[in-house]
């Protein structure tokens, strides 16, 4: 979800005392949200309107509605407006939906003010994505192919290449694949519903949507001084007559010395695209067809358009195919690639367990994946997460590896992926084996999840205060004689040392083995926690010391916690100094 409160300047206006209370909560937590003042509530709504990029007004929804009806334009311009009543019982979107950012601030409300979010967007009541809300320009019967989507139409999806959507549900398909009620794909194809997704300029009608893909890259390259008019007639031309839509434009790309050309940076702000530049060496050494000596006496490579171009955003010409070679006019020069799409690969850390301690980022993450791999026993936690056709790879403990080459696999084929681990992917779990095989076809989001020394940690007091060092005891994968190497330096280091994986049915002695290292380091009277089942069912927490701990409280669910040498209880409550000189 954005983050609307930061750089969104949000009107609030209020009526009551209390409405201005709960104006006044939302103003001290966000930066860009003031009070909006007038001679009358009217007054200040409709400043609100004209003045800010979102309203929240802490009205009756009936008032709200009479005020604005008269102001309304269309959705891609208007603000959002949510509607919080007098108890702060609901943040209404009232305008604004996916397009104007109005659903996520209502979610945001929400939080804010222990309100729940209304939502009626049809989209998001039965959890399917809006074609607005996938970050690519949308053109077409959006509206239309939406509907469809939603009554369970027969929706064709037609793609230049396989792009990383979402989910989708099963009545939108590829032509082949769509069937209903025994109908032949003849049968099916008659509802005409489609949804394309292409840089092509296409025709439209009242059932073609058309989602535009960052595919292309317009390679630029002029003379100091080129006029903005001139290099964007050029563009527009040339895209035009390759029968190419500006829309699907990733980025212009030229050379270093070009980054500070007025007429190519104004260009590209007008299309909203970056500009990204490349030094000459890295222009030089891509093949190109239509080189330049004159260009490489001028500028040190021979190519600038369509080196860039096919360089791109990310160089990586091998994935890119020249689509139209340099035109030039008096000034200016222009060349257009198309790169293929990439896989994206979101390796996901679920936390704990709880759905509390599950961040905003996994949610969005999981609900952004048409493809999700995991654990089953993971899988089974956030199955209410997913959206409708969303497919579910699962397997059972030990199958990591698998797992890791599903995901990459699914990935390298251009399809959207989430990869879920418990705690944090990165803390032994699934980032690392992944990352192992992804390679650069694939765009990888890494999302971190609260790890399992942490909701240990929180519930034992505060034992990582100090420097601490996290140890796995497992020796399926490392040799124990490294884990005890691991594990007496720490002990010489005097680390608080979290282990993970402590002990189980087939591995029972590694626990005591270890704890015996650290006695040899450590006061007997060292506080030892062992959290199990963190933030889940069956929690439960059991302190000792490294003399007194009896290794057979612990299990798989488990995580052991043993202080440094400053290590104490108070209250019942592990605590490692930090040391502060202010204490002194």
């Not at 469809?148 to 989910?167: K, M, R, S």
């Not at 257009?336 to 949610?363: E, F, I, K």
């Not at 654990?375 to 990591?400: I, K």
Request: net charge negative; aromatic share 4%; with cysteine.
């Amino acid at each position: 979800m954005p983050d609307l409160t930061v750089t969104t300047r949000i009107g609030l206006v209020a009526a009551t005392t209390a409405g201005r209370r709960h104006a006044d909560t939302v103003a001290a937590a966000w930066p860009h949200a003031r009070l909006v003042e007038g001679d009358t509530v009217a007054d200040a709504l409709r400043s609100a309107w004209v003045g800010c990029d979102a309203v929240v007004a802490f009205l009756a929804t009936g008032a709200v509605v009479r005020i604005l009806a008269p102001l309304l334009g269309d959705k891609h311009h208007d603000p959002a407006v949510v509607v919080v009543d007098e108890a702060a019982r609901h943040a209404v979107a009232l305008l604004g939906g996916h397009a104007g950012g109005g659903n996520d601030l209502a979610e945001q409300v929400g939080a804010l003010l222990d309100a729940r979010p209304v939502i009626t967007t049809a989209t998001d009541a039965v959890g399917l994505p809006g074609l607005d809300t996938l970050g690519w320009p949308v053109q077409g019967a959006v509206a239309a192919v939406s509907r469809a989507i939603l009554d369970g139409e027969p929706v064709q999806l037609i793609a230049d290449a396989e792009w990383p959507l979402p989910a989708l549900p099963p009545n939108v398909q590829p032509p082949a694949d769509i069937h209903r009620d025994g109908d032949t794909d003849e049968d099916s194809a008659v509802s005409g519903y489609r949804l394309l997704v292409t840089d092509r300029v296409v025709p439209l009608d009242e059932r073609t949507a058309v989602l535009r893909p960052p595919s292309l890259v317009a390679g630029v390259g002029a003379s100091r001084g080129v006029p903005a008019e001139e290099v964007a007639e050029l563009l527009h031309r040339v895209l035009a007559e390759a029968g190419l839509h500006p829309a699907s434009l990733r980025c212009l790309a030229s050379a270093d010395v070009k980054a500070d050309e007025a007429g190519i940076r104004s260009t590209a702000d007008v299309l909203g695209v970056p500009l990204v530049t490349w030094p000459a060496t890295r222009l030089a050494a891509i093949d190109v067809p239509h080189p330049s000596e004159v260009v490489r006496a001028a500028v040190g490579t021979p190519s600038v358009a369509e080196a860039a171009a096919l360089l791109g955003a990310d160089g990586r010409a091998e994935h890119a195919s020249l689509l139209v070679g340099k035109t030039a006019t008096a000034m200016a020069t222009v060349a257009v690639a198309r790169h293929a799409p990439r896989g994206r690969l979101a390796v996901v850390g679920l936390g704990p367990g709880a759905p509390d301690l599950r961040t905003p980022r996994a949610v969005a993450e999981l609900r952004r994946a048409a493809v999700v791999v995991g654990l089953d026993q993971y899988l089974d936690q956030v199955r209410d997460v997913f959206r409708p056709g969303t497919r579910v790879l699962s397997s059972g403990l030990g199958a990591e590896e698998a797992r890791a080459r599903a995901a990459v696999a699914e990935a390298a084929a251009g399809r959207a992926v989430a990869l879920v681990g418990s705690g944090d992917a990165g803390v032994y779990a699934m980032a690392s084996p992944a990352l192992e095989y992804a390679d650069e076809r694939i765009d990888v989001v890494g999302v971190p999840g609260v790890t399992a020394a942490l909701a240990a940690g929180a519930l034992l007091g505060a034992p990582l205060g100090h420097d601490h060092a996290y140890v796995s005891l497992s020796d399926l994968h490392t040799p124990w004689e490294v884990i005890e190497r691991r594990v007496a330096a720490a002990a010489e280091g005097d680390f608080v040392t979290v282990f993970y994986n402590p002990r189980s049915r087939a591995r029972d002695w590694q626990l005591g083995k270890a704890l015996g290292i650290l006695a040899a380091h450590r006061p007997p009277d060292t506080p030892v926690g062992v959290v199990r089942n963190a933030s889940r069912t069956g929690e439960r927490v059991h302190l000792a010391t490294v003399a007194t701990l009896d290794p057979a409280v612990v299990d798989m669910y488990s995580v052991v916690v043993v202080g440094n040498s400053d290590t104490r209880l108070v209250a019942g409550r592990m605590v490692t100094p930090r040391g502060y000189r202010w204490r002194s």
